[in-house]
């Protein structure tokens, strides 16, 4: 790590920006299991460059935006949508029809071949972990005309050199229309393998070769992903202002601590609600 | 219909049943029935879930459950579900895992009564390779392959509602994620609701998704009845609720399920619950 590495909550932030870059404007985009990040990121494009991005969440067809936090996700969508859909006509008329545009998505793993692991973490009949299964993601891996990955921990047991188990696959169709994003560095596809993009401010080639459980193609220039505009951050803070983001970046104690912070927000989001409330 | 006490109302739920579980993430769970199931110590339940949470863990957690049929079972922001993980990962219970397609796909074969739905199913990954679940077949119109995905047959669905009026017909609001599917492929449906209203109040509110009366045998009025999860307009997630679970009450699930519905509401703090109310309308735009 050099001098200048950002901070875990810079490169939150960092990510969360250039997820929501990668999102166009009138994209369809669909909710998917509590992802901070993923919200975040949604909720800013449409709060800046994409308003017209059509989001389905929970049972609510096109939702209006919302601040988001630890327990306003559903209330929030649920306020003002456009209409209710039932959780069978997301799945066909959304997911079958392939009329997702984008969804950010994370996996405890995932290999150089776009292979995506949900279920167990251990090799093949020593099953020593259990992962809470992929919901929605096997199919919108495999339908979505894009798709984001995102990784916080870029480690070479997270990208590695074989999933333990095969959860999803992106077909060789949509294989292009992938982009990987870690705290380390952003990847793409180029020629049936995975090609660094971009690197992010302070890291090095060798930090993410030595955290990559795969062979990487680099390009002979390196950019470096450009950091987030003061107005994005500004959107951002607006978007999610007790930083419910940083979930994501935090391990063990420091997420039970953050989450404490986080259930402490809300007890007074909801008090100053009910003072407002009686007046 | 028949107004029915929980404890009436799992009469219907012998041990062995498949049962599936209504509400989606941790939102709309038949929370009420889950901790009388508790109660009764019923055994060897085959659960069913599209994306489940805290009403799964409970069950594993107090012994109830030999299978479970699933996309997902997590506690979110809060992690790995534990007594679900521990179960899993001993072989304690049996994992009947499929993608959330191929779930909602087979809960809606049982709805319509027929064995199977195609679809383009997960090719490519080791969940496709499961023959009780997927299979391919030809189109036999024009020859293209695709995925079979196999119907779940459901004994009972439990769900909570919004509102029920005094025929038995069940409204639902909030997320109701696959509840309406479950209910019609259900032999039999039992259903808790926040409020029992007249015919008139529940027929003013028509546009409410409908569990309709020529499906539901039971009716119990349950206020909370999804808590720890959220049923909205009525109250959000309780958060706090999922952490103290995951602090405690997980190891001891019979405590935490309390000895009836009245006192475990009793539990409840005043204040808490007038805060999740209020986080229900708490909605600032960014």
Redesign the interface.
Known sequence: VTSDAMSRDDVAALVCVRLAREVDDGDLIVLG??TPMAYSAY?LAK?THAPNAFVVA??ALDV????LS???V???A??APAG?I???DV?HRI??RGRGDVEAVSAPQMDGDL?FNY?WIGPGGD?????????????VI??HRKLLAYFPRHRPEVLCHAVD?????R?PGRVDATRILTDLAVLAPRDGRLAVESIHPGVTRAQVDEATGFPLVWPDEVEVTAPPSGSELD?LR??DPQGTLR?EFVDGRGRRTL??EL?DA??R??????AA?RG | VIPASLEEAVELIPDGSTVAVGG????GHPMALVRELIRQGRRDLHLVT??GSVAIDALVGAGCVASVA?????L???G??PN??RA??SGEIELR?R???GM??G??AASRGVPFLP??G??????AGRPDAYRTVECPFTGRRLTAVAAIPIDVTILHGARADTDGNVQLE?????D??MAEAASTVICTVEEVVSPAELRSRSRA?LVSRHLVDRVVHAPLGAHPT?Y??YY??D??AI?EYVDGGAADVAAWAAEDEERYRDRLDVDRV???R?????????
Request: net charge negative; no cysteine; hydrophobic share 45%.
């Open positions: 299991s509590f909720m709060a929970y049972s209006a935006p919302f601040s630890l327990m306003g559903e209330a929030g649920l306020a209710r039932e959780m069978i799945v997911h079958q292979r279920a099953r020593p972990l259990r992962l809470p299964g992929g919901a929605g993601a096997p199919e495999h339908h188990y095969v959860s999803a696959t077909p959107a607006r978007v979930l989450l404490r259930l809300e007890e989001r909801a008090d100053r609600y009910r409330a | 989606a993430w941790l939102s599209v994306v699933f996309s997902f079972v997590s979110e922001a809060f790995l579900a679900f993980r899993a990962e895992e993608t959330g397609v909602t796909m809960i809606e679809y383009e997960p090719e490519g990954t080791e969940l909030g997320t109701h994620g696959p309406l599917h998704p959220s909205l307009p959000v997630t958060m706090w952490e007038e805060r999740l209020a986080l229900v309308h708490a909605v600032e735009a960014p």
